[in-house]
């Protein structure tokens, strides 16, 4: 079957127009792959969708990748870059029959080439697209291969720069290019992408040096390259973020953009500091692609966005979201900014740094250096006629003072704090130097959060926890029994963890005006807490709690997370 004649079959069907047929040939023209690709980018047919009828047309069941877990001896048989090229994955293997699922059946070249490769009699299954690319990044990600370059390092005899601050910089440079150091950074960039990592971490030791990565807000080393490697596998970074590779006192930031197959790019923010034995570098993977911009599919309780969505459409005023680094701070603000981004409203951020670019939004980039920071931005943005401002970080008494009278003269100002939860935000703005009543006529709702690793769906059991535990923990008492606790306990699907993903923990606290009258008459952050907790804002360890009740996250996440209100 060609490629036009699976459309004609589609339309045939009417589960496509013959205009959507067009443009999906168009765009397959323009960017290459498969028409069905295609359509599902393009939105005009589910990927579920297209499976079914491809079983359907071709007689071949259709499976569910995710209830499989493949033995490795099957995925032996066929190499990864077969399974990558063919967009293929075997299954299960019956006598001399390989099971292999396709998203295209109608793929007769590649079924022939596995079938010769193999051995094997090819049976066809059909299973989604994206369900299809999934299983290929999961089982054959890069852990082998790089088990594979680690052993060849130890052999290999580069000429790396001594630790003394005197070095030849074209030494470092012809280090830096050599063919297994530059290999094994993109095989640690890729590797991080396809386990889903945050960040990446490349530390050196007095003895060691070890490559880490966050995953669902938790670290894992990964490897150890040789120590003889240190200084190459650094500069080697540095370069392709741009950075000066000859200061090494000094902490650097810069940037590095890559292509993965498919045409999708990836950004990674990366910043090198001088520690006592070399210089760490950090590196933040960027994805656009898995922003969620949703803000129903952040974690908020269906009250509590109800609040939020209510103030940060108002007119004027200021909305705070606090908490930790890495406890998605951006990602909330971001959502509201995708919430209010509108032709008839300017827009304005001031950011530090801009970590995703959207059309309609005026970002700029803080630069300390030369004196273009938070302050010196939000003067700047009250000159070009704004709507809507969001500051990155009220970080000092001179930002937030600008920030609070912006919000008092018509403007909707939305920025973040480190604080621990929301009422103690009011306290940490009082002793910046705000006035109590510049404070509650300005703050609109201030919102706390935190990320609880979710438990992996694929692995997870009811856990016994003691009655006693929970009622400690902060669960009613007449609620006990009627909770059902969760925790995973490791499968492919998750590296072995029992986590996959994370979800918001989320204290919302609008200013209510029995809060604002405690604000002026100088209540503490105890009194306050107790207030909001009266007229129904949930606190933190709550909302874990509400989770917990959901089976989202584990009772062990809840206290890893949260503290027990007093």
């Given at each position: ?244 590779i000859a200061e090494r006192r000094l902490p650097q930031d810069g940037r590095i953009k890559i292509?993965?197959?498919?045409g999708k790019d990836m950004d990674f923010r990366v910043n090198c500091m001088p520690t006592l ?273 959901e089976g989202v996250v584990s009772f062990e996440e809840v206290l890893r997370c949260t503290i027990?209100?007093?």
């Amino acid at each position: 079957m060609t490629r036009n004649r699976l459309g004609e079959l589609l339309v045939r069907s009417q589960l496509i127009t013959d205009d959507q047929l067009a443009q999906a040939i168009e765009d397959q023209k323009k960017q290459g792959g498969r028409l069905g690709s295609c359509l599902i980018k393009l939105g005009f047919i589910q990927d579920d969708e297209l499976a079914s009828f491809l079983s359907k047309q071709y007689g071949v069941p259709s499976i569910n990748l995710e209830e499989f877990d493949i033995d490795p001896v099957i995925l032996r048989l066929i190499p990864p870059d077969v399974a990558q090229k063919y967009q293929v994955i075997p299954v299960n293997r019956a006598g001399a029959t390989l099971i292999v699922a396709m998203s295209d059946p109608s793929n007769i070249f590649a079924i022939d080439d596995i079938k010769f490769m193999t051995g094997y009699n090819i049976e066809v299954v059909v299973a989604p697209d994206a369900a299809i690319k999934a299983a290929i990044d999961q089982y054959y990600d890069q852990s082998a291969t790089l088990a594979d370059v680690m052993e060849g390092l130890d052999d290999i005899d580069l000429e790396v720069v001594d630790e003394d601050d005197k070095f030849d910089v074209r030494e470092l440079e012809k280090a830096t290019e050599d063919a297994p150091v530059v290999k094994l950074v993109n095989l640690i960039l890729t590797d991080a992408i396809k386990k889903k990592a945050s960040d990446i971490h490349i530390e050196p030791y007095e003895t060691v040096f070890r490559v880490r990565y966050r995953i669902d807000g938790v670290l894992y080393e990964v490897m150890k390259p040789p120590m003889k490697l240190k200084n190459a596998i650094t500069s080697r970074l540095k370069i392709m973020a741009e950075m000066d590779i000859a200061e090494r006192r000094l902490p650097q930031d810069g940037r590095i953009k890559i292509k993965l197959p498919g045409g999708k790019d990836m950004d990674f923010r990366v910043n090198c500091m001088p520690t006592l034995f070399g210089e760490k570098v950090v590196l933040r993977l960027l994805d656009k692609g898995n922003l969620q911009l949703d803000m129903t599919k952040l974690g908020y309780e269906e009250k509590a966005l109800k609040w939020f969505k209510k103030e940060i459409h108002k007119p004027f005023g200021m909305v705070l979201v606090t908490g930790p680094t890495g406890s998605g701070k951006t990602v909330s603000l971001y959502s509201a900014l995708s919430e209010l981004n509108k032709v008839s409203d300017n827009i304005s951020t001031a950011e530090d740094p801009v970590e995703f670019n959207f059309a309609g939004i005026n970002q700029v980039q803080m630069h300390e250096e030369i004196g273009l920071n938070f302050a010196a931005a939000l003067r700047a943005f009250l000159r070009q006629d704004p709507d809507i401002i969001m500051i990155g970080e009220i970080r000092d008494f001179e930002t937030a003072e600008i920030g609070v009278k912006a919000a008092l003269t018509g403007h909707m100002v939305l920025s973040t704090l480190h604080t621990n939860d929301a009422p103690s935000t009011i306290n940490r703005l009082l002793n910046m130097g705000i006035e109590p009543f510049l404070v509650a006529s300005a703050v609109n709702l201030i919102t706390a959060q935190r990320l609880a690793r979710r438990v992996c769906p694929e692995c997870k059991e009811p856990e016994d926890i003691p009655k006693q535990s929970l009622i400690e923990a902060g669960v009613p008492g007449d609620e006990v029994d009627g909770i059902v606790c969760y925790r995973g306990m490791g499968c492919s699907h998750c590296n072995k963890t029992g986590y996959r993903g994370r979800v918001g923990l989320y204290q919302v606290m609008p200013m209510f005006e029995e809060i604002r009258e405690m604000v002026l008459a100088g209540a503490n952050t105890a009194e306050i807490k107790r207030e909001s907790m009266r007229l129904g804002v949930k606190t933190m360890r709550q909302s874990a709690l509400t989770k917990l009740q959901e089976g989202v996250v584990s009772f062990e996440e809840v206290l890893r997370c949260t503290i027990a209100d007093d």
